[in-house]
């Protein structure tokens, strides 16, 4: 099944999506990315009480799992009583799946509430936002409108903690918008990517960054010397991958470009010549 987490996985990289299935080991990160789902979790929670009364769909199976048969036809039960907010709602159609955070009723269909720990909007959100849509349509949904409940950066805490400041709500549908026309194309092309048995082969790239750090950057990079040009100090990342793509890819290439600047040529320098740490004892005012 498909899931908005791997269509958005397969949107950055299809080898991401293909490595995520069959090789999910080789991963990195996992503390990192638990921490995140948890703050997520927790933002996730708090922003259900933005709506008032809500019911929740969540079901598990007695091994811990989401319960997705439960959960998806619960949801339909709430859809056709007209309930005016649903929280994680599960549609599941021609084999891909999601849960709506937030569904709530208005004009005679349901708005899409995505919400994210995130303090703006980004075209990944987008992204994820046009792929539910595209299940609950489908599931003869109408969706009225698609949002983004994201943190609000200005927002200082009093005593209480007030939720209606804390989070902002931004209208996504522009960016729905732009990414609906290639929903079906990218369901086809990632269902093709899973039930290939062989790994995809692209090579390291600028979506290795784009919109996240990919957690199999250190396998896909295995082949980088243990100091590259992606080490380089205030390098931008286009111009890593630049040299990247010219061979110029580890420390004694990167001395034959001019471009470099004192700090990245001293940073070279001190490890080709393993001259151990260097102190800027000006900045210090030791002389
Ligand atoms: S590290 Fe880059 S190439 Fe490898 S799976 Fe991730 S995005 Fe794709």
Redesign the pocket.
Known sequence: MLSKSKYCAFS?????L??QAYRPELSEDNAALDARMEAGNEVGDLARGLFGEFTEVTARKEDGRLDLSRMIARTRQLVSENHPVICEAAFSYEGNYCAVDILRRENGGYAIYEVKSATHEAEIYGVDIAYQKYVLEHCGISVTSTYLVCINSDYVRGEELDIQQLFKIVDMSDWVTLESPLVPGKIKHAGEILARKEEPT????E??EEPYH????G???RHLPEHSVFDLYRLPRKKKFDFYRRGIISYADALAVPSLSDKQLRQIQFRLSDCGTFIDKGAFGIF
């Open positions: 950055q990289c299809p080898k991401r293909w490595l692209l090579d390291i790239a979506r290795c990919c957690p199999f950057w396998y896909c990079a």
